[in-house]
Each structure stands twice: as C-alpha cells, then as structure tokens.
C-alpha cells in the first residue's frame, strides 16, 4: 500500500470522474462503455494473478473509474447505493460482522 | 438518484466491507472472490438493460463490495489508487476535462 491521501468520497471521485469524462460517455453510450469497463476487468485479473502492488492499484483504480462514469450515465448516486445497500449491515444476515453460510452469498 | 446521505469515503467504505467480510474473504481466495465479482458485473448488466433505478443502484453496489472485497484480499488502498491515478487529472491526457481522442481510451 501506498501512503493514503486525504478522505476521497464517493461524492468526490464521481464528481471527478464526471467532470473528466461526462460528455464522452453520455456519447458512447452505457453499451459501449461497458466494453471498457470489461476490458479494465481482464486487465484486473491479469495483475491480480502476476502483477506487483502498483499495477495491481492502478488497475483497481480503473475499474472504479469505468463504474463510476457508467454510474454517471445511468444517473446512479454511488454513495447513497452504497448507503442502502450496505449502510445497515451485511445485506444477507444484517450483522455488521458477516455470518452468513459459508457456501452462501457472499 | 435517492437522497444522498452524509459523506462517505473509500476509506471507511473499504473498512466496513473488511470489518464485515474480511475473514471470509481471506480464506476464499482472490481467484473464488472474483468469481463472485463477475457474477455481480453480469447481474449489473443485466439491470442496465431492463431493471429499475433501484435495481441499478443495488447492483453498482454490489459490484463495489465485491471489489473491495478483493482488494482487502490483494492489500490496496483504494483511496490511494485513485488519488495516484486519477488525482491529478485524466490519465491519458493529463486534463481535468478530457482531451483525449474520442477513439481512443477513454
């Protein structure tokens, strides 16, 4: 890990990335922004299996990015999906210490 | 887009899925995690064709747990790869509003 920066916020980043990238994707479209989020994806997996711990980062970030302006596309707030979804606990059991089955989800 | 609640960062967010998930996590494994990722991606798709604005929000989410679920694995900071990668403007074009060739990434 590198040494952390200030608090980056949901709200912040896809702010960021709005701003950055808006107008290109609203163009291309969540279809074929999605390509590039699964290309990201591959890359991702590819680090992950024999990448060192910069390449490793830079690829997670990118994957973020790609959510993130497709989210931008399809008028989705992360942080408040965030919130909903995961703000009360672990969505299948409600604990905050995960005791789902095993086999389960997640 | 839901009401947006209080701020929240990459930080806390990637400390609540590791307080929530993290020993399940480790003894999964990388490779059985993104596993679980891909299927997450796939449902994400699938709203964004024909689900609801809830439905999308859920599924972004999702995706998000899932792959800071991982990166708890793999040890990055998500806060500090976005800030390395995307601080500083576009990464292709070096801009705050991106510049680069519409054929090209991104």
New interface residues.
């Given amino acids: ?5 200030p ?7 896809q702010r ?2 709005r ?3 808006f ?2 994707d609203l ?1 291309r479209g ?1 279809d074929g922004t ?1 390509m ?3 290309e990201e ?1 591959g890359e991702l ?1 590819a680090v ?1 299996r024999e990448g060192t ?1 910069a390449e ?3 690829e ?8 993130t ?3 931008n596309v ?14 009360a ?2 969505p299948g059991c409600g ?4 005791t789902c089955d ?1 086999a389960g ?2």
């Fill in positions: 890990m590198t040494e952390s920066p608090p980056l916020s949901f709200n912040d980043f960021l990335i701003e950055m990238y107008e290109k163009a969540i999605f590039w989020l699964m994806v997996a992950l711990p490793q980062a830079a997670f970030a990118d994957v973020l990015a790609w959510l302006t497709i989210a399809a008028g989705v707030d992360l942080a408040a999906a965030l919130h909903e979804k995961y703000g606990g672990c604990q905050l210490v995960c095993d989800k997640p």
